[in-house]
């Protein structure tokens, strides 16, 4: 038995919602990762099964590592069918939001979000949700959204709807954001929920295969080279540094993804706390930061490059050259000193 952790009054409010609804739009944060897109998808499954409209709308792109995942090809990225999208928020009469907490991370979608009338509910794992949503299930103690929505369906009495599409794609993303159960993962719920989902007939093998363990030559050259020349450590600050500028990203062909899980490398380290990764991304240095025990990268990536996250992950975006963001970044190591323990 999982424990019950949503709110009967949201349960209902969410029952409330579905019972009126006839065309839903799921939609997740920009640059959708495994359990954005996992749990949306599942979500999408479960909607189609007791006959509503349901249609994912990403910001962007998803990447092409969960293409694979059943509905994966009607997903709408906004990026690419501006008009289509908008259109979709503006006739739906009601939108999930899922695995973000400001409006902020949907990126330019943010007004045809924000301005469609539609009810929002928003179901989250990350710290202090803004108040966008009419109806707001925010755990930040559950390792992924994914497992929310598992939660959050079963509460709904629709676990029996759930079939293996669904399964599929919501054990992917609780197993991309607990780094295949690594960690975030103590909680035994998750094995009770992961249990349920193979009984649907999900090869959790096979997706870590697809998800985790597939790269093509380039990707495993760039991290390659990332790692063996441009890592650099700071020992008695207990801090790790990479970075990619726009000229190497582009030797190596760089895709949207590439450096999926390229931040955690460092931290094998056992003299290492947290990583810091910045990467060129034209628009910005896009900041991604990992670190073990209650070391808070969150707090960091608050104060010095405009972003926030989860204790042990978290990421920004720093307006200024790559070179501006690694001075920030040295400047920062022994403020963040007071963090470490001995
Ligand atoms: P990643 O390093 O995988 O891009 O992001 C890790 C976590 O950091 C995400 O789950 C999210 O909580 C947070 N995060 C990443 N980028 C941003 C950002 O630009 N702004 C904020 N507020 N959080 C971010
Ligand atoms: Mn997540």
Redesign the pocket.
């Known amino acids: 038995m999982l424990r019950q952790i949503i709110q009967e009054s949201k349960v209902k409010a969410v029952r409330e919602l579905l019972g009126r609804s006839e065309r839903i739009v799921i939609t997740c944060h920009m640059?959708p990762?495994g359990d954005a897109i996992g749990s949306s998808l599942g979500l999408m499954h479960v909607l189609a099964a007791i006959g509503k409209e349901a249609r994912v709308v990403t910001p962007d792109i998803p990447p092409q590592i969960l293409r694979f995942l059943p509905g994966a090809k009607d997903i709408v990225p906004y990026s690419k069918y501006t008009d289509f999208a908008r259109q979709l928020l503006c006739d739906a009469d009601l939108i999930f939001c899922l695995d973000f907490n400001?409006l902020?991370?949907v990126d330019h979608m943010r007004d045809d979000l924000a301005s469609s009338s539609a009810p929002k509910v928003l179901v989250d794992h990350?710290q202090d949700p803004e108040d966008f949503a009419d109806v707001i299930i925010s755990h930040p103690d559950q390792s992924s959204t994914a497992i929310l929505m598992f939660r959050l369906l079963c509460r709904l009495e629709l676990f029996n709807l759930i079939d293996r599409k669904a399964a599929m794609c919501i054990y992917t993303g609780m197993m991309t954001d607990t780094g295949n159960f690594s960690y975030n993962s103590n909680d035994p719920d998750l094995y009770v929920v992961i249990a349920e989902l193979i009984r649907k007939g999900i090869n959790k093998d096979d997706i870590y295969k697809r998800v985790m363990d597939t790269k093509t030559v380039s990707t495993l050259r760039l991290n390659g080279y990332a790692v063996g020349t441009k890592m650099q450590i700071f020992p008695e600050h207990k801090a790790a540094l990479i970075t990619l500028t726009q000229k190497e990203l582009d030797d190596y062909d760089y895709q949207k993804g590439d450096t999926?899980g390229l931040?955690n490398v460092p931290l094998a380290i056992p003299e290492v706390t947290y990583s810091v990764f910045l990467r060129d991304d034209k628009r910005y240095i896009?900041?991604?930061?990992?670190s073990k025990g209650d070391f808070p990268v969150n707090k960091l990536?608050e104060k010095y490059f405009?972003?926030?996250?989860?204790v042990n992950?978290?990421?920004?975006?720093f307006e200024g050259t790559l070179d501006e963001a690694v001075e920030v970044f040295m400047s920062s190591l022994a403020e963040n000193d007071r963090y470490l323990h001995d």
């Not at 896009?286 to 990992?290: A, L």
């Not at 405009?306 to 989860?310: I, K, R, T």
């Open positions: 640059s990762d400001s902020y991370r990350h999926e931040v896009k900041v991604s930061s990992r990536c405009n972003g926030g996250g989860h992950a978290a990421g920004g975006e």
